[in-house]
């Protein structure tokens, strides 16, 4: 769909997208285009081969331009908490900073599916995990649910944190209870686990392997399985009902409390981020819209097919306007939009006629026409006091989206003989280094609502 400007090895776009929002009152934001500014840096990318798993994440860095003159605002009072929640909150003081700054008041619902979510979730689970502790106990009740997820809020909100993460990532109260999982307790829950074979399978997990290998995730859902049947009459060889999928994801929960009680805060972080961004990354998390357009303009089309690809980038348009992605979930993007295409009797390749590439899925920088996709292992946002919030965006431009075939009917991530496109990745060989300073107005309708992965 867009052409890039840097030849020989294609051209890496390393976006620093930094956020300078600056707020008339306490708890309270605004998003505005002004409020944005974009630092690129063009690098040469080096021929990549295929490769069937996620990259490994680039190093985050700090910007190269003088920043911004606004700078994200947090409030400096320590908020007043209930008293009434027995978490230890000085013990991963370092997770709840970096929850907040993934979740930035005005990126929080952009990043949700890929950084923000996930962190928060994990954060949530750690603490959990380390107050199990001294409770002996991997659940809190109804009562001390409601206190402990109002002073995380309260935190992270103090920090910068979105005011409505809890809607953001649809978490509620229940969520830190044992919901329906019948083993709760610390002593009773390693009774009747293989606890050492848990601890081996995840206490050094490798992320990228791990996707693939599921050496990890097969041992969180073994134990979960086994507290999960605790109470009921019959074998854990019996396979699981639909009835049963919702308590032993429930289980799975619990199971990831104690990993996490066995762990250093900052060890059982990156497992938690490892193990989300295998899940996040096996799906598309945007809502498409009626491709009725489309199909109208593009059935048959052979000749001038301006119509079609004019329609085609209208519709790719909107998608455009609702997250960041991975590389690996935009693959899932094409691959869903062109089975889509291809139910509507569209059997040209309309990626490869009207130039659609894999950052075309991604939440767009107008002004540049330029997407974002992120690493398949997404770095944590960061924070600098004078530059504000910067993350990372790992694009390669002459990745074009794949139009499904027969032998591709979803990502083949872990298929070593499937053919897909090399993702991309970050590299310090540069390009005829040019330096841009830029306001980004980042699409001032960036108002649909994010379809949470499952």
Same mark, same amino acid.
């Given at each position: 769909?867009?052409?890039?400007?840097?030849?020989?090895?294609?051209?890496?776009?390393?976006?620093?997208?930094?956020?300078?929002?600056?707020?008339?009152?306490?708890?309270?934001?605004?998003?505005?285009?002004?409020?944005?500014?974009?630092?690129?840096?063009?690098?040469?990318?080096?021929?990549?081969?295929?490769?069937?798993?996620?990259?490994?994440?680039?190093?985050?860095?700090?910007?190269?331009?003088?920043?911004?003159?606004?700078?994200?605002?947090?409030?400096?009072?320590?908020?007043?908490?209930?008293?009434?929640?027995?978490?230890?909150?000085?013990?991963?003081?370092?997770?709840?900073?970096?929850?907040?700054?993934?979740?930035?008041?005005?990126?929080?619902?952009?990043?949700?599916?890929?950084?923000?979510?996930?962190?928060?979730?994990?954060? %949530?689970?750690?603490? $959990?995990?380390? &107050? !199990?502790?001294? @409770?002996?106990?991997?659940? +809190?009740?109804?009562? #001390?649910?409601?206190?402990?997820?109002?002073?995380?809020?309260?935190?992270?909100?103090?920090?910068?944190?979105?005011?409505?993460?809890?809607?953001?990532?649809?978490?509620?109260?229940?969520?830190?209870?044992?919901?329906?999982?019948?083993?709760?307790?610390?002593?009773?829950?390693?009774?009747?686990?293989?606890?050492?074979?848990?601890?081996?399978?995840?206490?050094?997990?490798?992320?990228?392997?791990?996707?693939?290998?599921?050496?990890?995730?097969?041992?969180?859902?073994?134990?979960?399985?086994?507290?999960?049947?605790?109470?009921?009459?019959?074998?854990?060889?019996?396979?699981?009902?639909?009835?049963?999928?919702?308590?032993?994801?429930?289980?799975?929960?619990?199971?990831?409390?104690? %990993?996490?009680?066995? $762990?250093?805060? &900052? !060890?059982?972080? @990156?497992?938690?981020?490892? +193990?989300?961004?295998? #899940?996040?990354?096996?799906?598309?998390?945007?809502?498409?819209?009626?491709?009725?357009?489309?199909?109208?303009?593009?059935?048959?089309?052979?000749?001038?097919?301006?119509?079609?690809?004019?329609?085609?980038?209208?519709?790719?348009?909107?998608?455009?306007?609702?997250?960041?992605?991975?590389?690996?979930?935009?693959?899932?993007?094409?691959?869903?939009?062109?089975?889509?295409?291809?139910?509507?009797?569209?059997?040209?390749?309309?990626?490869?006629?009207?130039?659609?590439?894999?950052?075309?899925?991604?939440?767009?920088?107008?002004?540049?026409?330029?997407?974002?996709?992120?690493?398949?292992?997404?770095?944590?946002?960061?924070?600098?006091?004078?530059?504000?919030?910067?993350?990372?965006?790992?694009?390669?431009?002459?990745?074009?989206?794949?139009?499904?075939?027969?032998?591709?009917?979803?990502?083949?991530?872990?298929?070593?003989?499937?053919?897909?496109?090399?993702?991309?990745?970050?590299?310090?060989?540069?390009?005829?280094?040019?330096?841009?300073?830029?306001?980004?107005?980042?699409?001032?309708?960036?108002?649909?609502?994010?379809?949470?992965?499952?």
């Amino acid at each position: 769909m867009r052409e890039s400007g840097c030849t020989a090895g294609g051209l890496l776009l390393l976006f620093l997208v930094l956020l300078t929002c600056t707020y008339t009152s306490f708890g309270s934001s605004f998003f505005t285009p002004e409020n944005y500014v974009l630092e690129a840096v063009n690098r040469n990318a080096p021929v990549i081969s295929p490769s069937t798993e996620p990259q490994p994440q680039p190093q985050p860095f700090l910007p190269l331009l003088a920043p911004s003159p606004l700078t994200p605002y947090t409030n400096e009072t320590p908020p007043t908490l209930s008293g009434l929640c027995a978490f230890n909150f000085s013990t991963v003081g370092a997770i709840m900073n970096t929850t907040a700054t993934d979740c930035w008041a005005s990126f929080a619902p952009y990043l949700a599916n890929v950084v923000c979510c996930p962190q928060f979730d994990a954060t %949530l689970a750690i603490l $959990l995990g380390q &107050s !199990s502790k001294d @409770t002996g106990m991997l659940s +809190l009740n109804t009562s #001390n649910s409601e206190h402990c997820l109002s002073d995380v809020m309260r935190i992270l909100v103090g920090k910068g944190a979105n005011e409505t993460l809890q809607s953001i990532c649809s978490v509620n109260p229940a969520n830190l209870t044992q919901a329906s999982c019948p083993i709760v307790d610390v002593n009773e829950f390693e009774s009747s686990v293989d606890t050492s074979r848990l601890l081996a399978a995840c206490s050094n997990v490798n992320p990228v392997k791990e996707c693939c290998g599921q050496v990890c995730q097969n041992a969180i859902l073994d134990a979960a399985r086994k507290i999960s049947l605790n109470d009921l009459s019959t074998s854990i060889s019996v396979p699981i009902s639909s009835g049963h999928v919702n308590r032993l994801d429930d289980c799975r929960h619990i199971v990831l409390r104690w %990993l996490s009680s066995k $762990l250093d805060p &900052s !060890s059982a972080e @990156t497992v938690l981020r490892g +193990l989300s961004s295998c #899940n996040t990354n096996k799906v598309c998390p945007l809502d498409f819209p009626s491709i009725s357009v489309v199909a109208e303009e593009c059935q048959g089309v052979a000749g001038n097919h301006s119509a079609c690809c004019k329609s085609m980038e209208d519709y790719v348009s909107h998608l455009q306007e609702q997250s960041f992605l991975t590389n690996l979930q935009a693959l899932n993007c094409a691959a869903s939009l062109g089975i889509k295409l291809q139910k509507a009797n569209i059997s040209r390749d309309l990626y490869e006629l009207c130039h659609i590439n894999l950052k075309d899925f991604s939440l767009q920088v107008v002004s540049q026409e330029s997407g974002c996709l992120l690493p398949s292992l997404p770095s944590d946002a960061m924070f600098d006091s004078t530059s504000g919030i910067s993350f990372i965006c790992d694009l390669n431009d002459n990745i074009a989206a794949p139009w499904p075939s027969d032998s591709i009917v979803q990502l083949p991530s872990c298929n070593k003989t499937s053919k897909i496109p090399a993702l991309p990745t970050a590299t310090s060989t540069r390009c005829g280094v040019q330096f841009l300073s830029l306001i980004v107005p980042l699409i001032a309708s960036l108002s649909l609502p994010l379809k949470m992965p499952p």
